[in-house]
């Protein structure tokens, strides 16, 4: 979240990044409300107080000599009771206070582009080339149903329409795919691997943004636990550090995981939903780093890298792509997206976000470390990329890989992990 003392003193820089975001202005006008009104009454409570405590020592000093104090003793049980009145309603305004902060996303950094929605991203590169094909390049949700790699009919069957079950080389290479990539984040990339639980509690979520904005597109297991299903690895991994204090030599720390990610929101009537476009319940790899605020944007530079590293070893083409204010997710500063070229369908399939939140989700969550030994603790900076999701990662992998005979080469970073060189 925004630093409060940051919105009331600089409303007009709060005002325009609201403005950039396509967010509601009003989000601004209500804390700007609330604000004022909570500090008059915090005034007039705080009078209050001073005036029970001043006569409070009249009063002592009265019956030490013999007088009747009963109507000073009268007023100020009067007082009292406005005195709680009056704290009351400030319980009351800072939890009002308190919603609308954790629904004003972050300021976007001075470097994000300026734009209303996903047209005005701006491709930064182009890495690698199409390949050129001599056959017609089949779709891949009929080369999996050809190979039998991949079940949609079974997959709808036993959850509905969006999961996905893998069979045979189709559930190895997906098994291949993500634990290739934590040996790579691992082994040359300097993270240190981490799996976390599935399930996640309502303040883990709301540390890391998904609440309140985004819960109708979570899966809620409301039995009286209030635990959510993993949207994302990045959730329960920034969490490992909630409301902690960290010291400075830890710094900076990066954290890989694996986790399957659930959720709701798959597409809507019917777009971009066949095969493996759009799905409920996916796999990635995620990479999540803890840092130095004044190093955090060098550092999101190389978290960008790590995430390319995936995409150059498998040689598939990509793209890297600088997302505008209108498209920025909503706890981040600053976001690149990877994109991945899938022929068949001919479409740039993101596969990765790699996000700076500088310390948006670290106010939230409370995760602060201390500079130097004795120095007061300031707020650190977290920021996560995909490395990469999954099973969008297939879609291009089995598309650029196909054969004429309809059998799929396996890159040869994979072969160790598959045990062949082709699927057939």
């Known amino acids: 979240m925004l630093d409060p003392k940051l919105i009331r003193t600089e409303p007009d820089k709060v005002r325009q990044a609201l403005i950039n975001r396509n967010a509601p202005v009003s989000l601004l006008e209500d804390f700007i409300e609330l604000d004022a009104k909570r500090r008059a009454v915090l005034t007039k409570s705080e009078s209050l107080k001073a005036e029970r405590n001043a006569v409070s020592d009249e009063i002592a000093k009265m019956k030490k000599a013999k007088e009747n104090a009963d109507d000073k003793i009268k007023e100020m049980r009067e007082v009292s009771a406005e005195i709680k009145k009056l704290d009351g309603e400030v319980a009351e ?3 009002k206070l308190k919603a609308v902060v954790y629904n004003i996303p972050n300021i976007p950094s001075d470097t994000t582009p300026v734009g209303k ?22 779709c891949h949700w009929d080369i999996a149903a050809k190979l039998d790699i991949i079940d949609f009919e079974r997959g709808s069957k036993i959850s509905g329409s969006g999961f996905i079950l893998y069979k045979g080389l189709g559930a190895k290479l997906e098994r291949a795919l993500f634990n290739w990539m934590l040996d790579l984040h691992t082994s ?4 240190t691997e981490v799996f976390p639980p599935y399930l996640i509690n309502r303040k883990a979520m709301t540390g890391t943004g ?40 830890m710094l900076p720390i990066y954290h890989t995981a694996y986790t399957a990610c659930f959720r709701r929101e798959a597409g809507s009537a019917g777009k971009d939903t ?30 960008l890298g790590n995430a390319e590293d995936v995409l150059k070893r498998l040689g598939i083409p990509y793209r890297v792509l600088s997302l505008c204010t209108g498209d920025i997710g909503f706890s981040a500063a600053k976001c690149y997206d990877l994109e991945i070229w899938a022929p068949a369908v001919g479409k740039w399939l993101e596969v990765s976000s790699c996000s700076n939140f500088e310390d948006f989700q670290a106010r939230r969550a409370n995760i602060r470390f201390r500079p130097a030994q004795g120095a007061k603790p300031e707020f ?29 080469v396996v890159p040869e970073v994979l072969r160790p992990y598959m045990g062949t060189d082709v699927i057939k």
């Open 117 to 138: 929605g996903e047209e005005d991203n701006v491709v930064l590169r182009y890495e690698g080339e199409k390949r050129e094909f001599d056959f017609e390049p089949a």
């Open 274 to 303: 066949r095969g493996l476009l759009r799905v409920h319940q996916f796999d990635k790899v995620e990479m999540v780093k803890f840092v130095r605020p004044e190093t955090s944007y060098e550092e999101h530079e190389t978290l």
């Open 380 to 408: 650190i900076h977290t920021l996560n990329g995909s490395g990469v999701a999954l099973p969008r990662l297939v879609v291009s992998l089995i598309e650029n890989y196909q054969q004429p005979d309809g059998s799929v």
């Open 93 to 95: 305004i800072d939890e």
């Open 188 to 191: 040359e990339h300097g993270y």
């Open 210 to 249: 998904q609440l309140p904005k985004f819960e109708e597109d979570m899966y809620h297991a409301d039995k009286g636990d209030d635990l959510f299903l993993d949207p994302t690895a990045e959730v329960p991994v920034t969490n490992m550090y909630m409301d902690e204090i960290l010291d400075a030599d």
